[in-house]
């Protein structure tokens, strides 16, 4: 497929005109950044690893009536996604206290929540992405309290999901964050759907036994190599063969092409929920 207009490149991805007017590409940058970019790196295969272990991901999501913007993977840095408008509020879902959850409240890093802990921010660069309330979400307008309640919705569902099976490949979701977007159907009903991506990116994880950080932290924090850690998470999920895609700190080109397209195949099967034709739901 070749590639179209660029529309908008990000810190670690660049999104391209997809086939037609609804579709877009996302391709996944080698590109690592902390601390709001403070800190960057080009690091060999973590676009590849980002892009596949996200499409696998996307793929489960639906298989639990989970809605995505996620089609097909094109190669094995790109895939197809549905455009979107995103909504600028991320999620944060917390099982266990790490990151800013500790510098903010004087926590234990590892302390393990008595529930999981749901936290919005402010998609903004700019502003260093400020964390904010569901009041300022619904008087700035930027989702309603009916969009709002699916997202917090799903946002469950996808860890309680990904705790079990992350768990049972003896690993720990420490926390995650999500992304959503709005589409339109052909009569106005709106859907809103899980976008961006889900990849050691934008979560953390750690080994069940030894406790060793396998996400973005190794890199934020120079704990030890950042695609070894992502590597290992694809392995166990059974997307790249034993002893990874990289040899001597360079990708295999041959191999990484020969991993097959991940394609979403219940996506044009499932049925989505119309937000204007429905009333919040009680937790």
């Known amino acids: 497929m070749a590639r179209r207009k660029m529309i908008y490149e990000g810190k670690a991805k660049i999104l391209y005109e997809g086939p037609d007017p609804d579709t877009i590409i996302q391709y996944f940058k080698d590109d690592a950044t902390a601390f709001n970019a403070e800190k960057k790196a080009t690091i060999a295969g973590k676009g590849v690893l980002n892009n596949r272990i996200s499409s696998h991901l996307m793929t489960k999501f639906e298989s639990i009536g989970i809605p995505t913007h996620f089609i097909r993977s094109i190669n094995m840095r790109e895939q197809l996604v549905r455009k979107v408008e995103i909504i600028p509020v991320e999620l944060v879902v917390r099982n266990i206290a790490a990151g800013s959850l500790c510098k903010r409240l004087g926590l234990k890093e590892g302390t393990v ?59 720990k979701l420490v926390d995650f964050k999500l992304e959503f977007g709005r589409i339109w159907g052909e009569h106005g009903e709106l859907y809103i759907v899980l976008a961006d991506e889900f990849s050691p990116d934008n979560c953390r994880l750690w080994d069940a036994e030894t406790g060793e950080k396998l996400d973005k932290d190794r890199f934020r924090f120079d704990l030890g190599d950042l695609v070894e850690g992502y590597q290992y998470i694809a392995e166990k999920l059974g997307l790249i063969p034993p002893g990874g895609i990289m040899k001597g700190g360079n990708l295999n080109e041959k191999l990484a092409e020969g991993l097959g397209q991940i394609e979403n195949e219940l996506a044009e099967k499932r049925r989505l929920r119309d937000l204007k034709a429905s009333k919040p739901r009680k937790s």
């Open 113 to 171: 929540l008595g529930r999981p802990l749901v936290e919005y921010f402010y998609k903004d660069d700019a502003l260093g992405d400020p964390m904010i309330s569901e009041d300022h979400i619904v008087n700035f307008g930027w989702a309603d309290p009916y969009e709002l309640e699916e997202m917090v919705s799903m946002a469950w569902r996808v860890n309680d999901y990904m705790n079990g099976m992350f768990a049972g490949l003896g690993l």
